[in-house]
């Protein structure tokens, strides 16, 4: 499965809900994270706060097996033709730029992705749970 920036920030926050994202993970045969997509979730939780949930964060990335995979041209490409179907501001899923490098990855990759919230399931992506 592919992994959306909103699961791990979830997770990492204690947020409602965040054990089924936990156990999802879990599940997964095979668990992959966009380059990107790493750095939009440190971004997330590194504002204003200290240093400690970002290395949460790898060891969280570690002990749960998430291999970090590179973001290509074929991946950029996919994510704009997402962003031009699904962007915000062109239909109700209303994509972000992180959104769009999740969808290109969990297409390219042909495998569902998992996300909290219901952009994603506004659009033609298979959903994890």
Known sequence: MIIDSSVLIAILRLEPGYERFVLAITQAKRRLLAAPTYLETTMVLAGGRQDEILD?????????????????????????????????????????????????TARLEAMPLLFKGDDFRLTDIEAAV
């Open 56 to 104: 949460r964060l790898d060891t969280f990335l570690r002990t749960a097996s998430i291999e970090t995979i590179p973001f290509t041209a074929d991946h950029a490409a996919v994510a704009r033709q997402a962003f031009l179907r699904y962007g915000k501001g062109r239909h109700p899923a209303a994509l972000n730029f992180g959104d769009c490098i999740a969808y290109a």
